[in-house]
C-alpha cells in the first residue's frame, strides 16, 4: 500500500504532524469505544499481564486513550497506574472513566524515564508513529521499566508504514508489520516474547475497517 508520508526530518515537522493527530482524537474522543466496543485482545492480555507483576506494581498506560478498559482494569486489580495520551480530551476521558489513575498529555517519543516502571503497556499505540521511529520508542520504554519488567502491546497486522487513511471521519498516518516483522523489531530493541496472540477484529462502524490486531507480551532482557 503506498500513500503520500509526512515529513518527520525536523522538530517543526514532527511538532505539526504530533499537532494534527491530537487534534484527529479530540474530535474521536468517546466515539472511539463505541466503534471499538469489545476489546478482548487487550483484556486477556492485561490479565496475563496482572498475573506476573507484584502488588502494587507502577504501570505506564502509553497511548491510555479514555482510560477504557486497560487503566480501568489495571486499577481494579490493585496497581498503580499512570497514563498518557496526545490527545487532551482523551486524558480528559481517562481522568473522569480512571480517576484513581494519573494522567497527563504526552507525545508517545518524549518518554525519558529510567527504571520507573514494573511494566508498560502500548495498545495501538505504536501504529501511530512512522517505522523510522518506532524502534527509538521501543528502546525508550526499554529504559523505563525495571530490570525483568514486563512490556505489552498490540497493533494492527499490515506492511504499512506511515500510511494516510481515514479514520473515525479523520485523517491519521498509520504504520503497521506483519507479525513476523513485528517480533523481530521488538526483539532487536532488548525484549523477549513470552506471548503473541492474534485476533480478527470487525468494528462497530462503519467508518473503521476490519483487521487482525497483534498482540504480543514481552520481558525487558537486561
Not at 525519558?112 to 503497556?121: G, S
Not at 525483568?148 to 498516518?173: K, R, Y
Request: proline share 5%.
Amino acid at each position: 500500500m503506498t500513500g503520500e508520508t509526512q515529513d518527520i526530518t525536523s522538530a517543526e515537522a514532527w511538532k505539526e504532524r504530533a499537532a494534527s493527530h491530537a487534534a484527529a482524537f479530540d474530535n474521536i474522543g468517546q466515539n472511539y469505544d463505541e466503534a471499538f466496543p469489545h476489546k478482548e485482545g487487550q483484556i486477556e492480555t492485561v490479565q496475563r499481564l496482572a498475573a506476573h507483576l507484584p502488588k502494587g506494581a507502577h504501570v505506564l498506560d502509553l497511548g491510555c486513550g479514555t482510560g477504557i478498559p486497560t487503566s480501568r482494569q489495571l486499577v481494579d486489580a490493585g496497581f498503580r497506574v499512570t497514563g498518557t495520551d496526545i490527545s487532551p480530551a482523551m486524558v480528559d476521558l481517562a481522568r473522569r472513566n480512571v480517576p484513581e489513575g494519573e494522567f497527563h498529555v504526552a507525545d508517545i517519543v518524549d518518554l525519558k524515564a529510567e527504571q520507573e516502571y514494573d511494566a508498560v503497556v502500548a495498545f495501538f499505540a505504536l501504529l501511530m508513529l512512522p517505522r523510522a521511529r518506532i524502534p527509538e520508542v521501543l528502546r525508550s520504554i526499554h529504559r523505563a521499566l525495571v530490570p525483568g519488567g514486563w512490556f505489552c502491546l498490540s497493533m494492527v497486522e499490515a506492511d504499512i508504514d506511515d500510511e494516510p487513511i481515514p479514520f473515525l471521519g479523520n485523517l491519521v498516518h498509520v504504520s503497521g508489520y506483519l507479525r513476523d516483522e513485528l517480533r523481530a523489531v521488538v526483539e532487536d530493541a532488548g525484549f523477549s516474547v513470552e506471548h503473541q496472540n492474534a485476533f480478527s477484529y470487525a468494528p462497530a462502524s462503519s467508518q473503521a475497517y476490519p483487521e487482525v490486531q497483534l498482540f504480543l507480551t514481552c520481558r525487558r532482557i537486561d
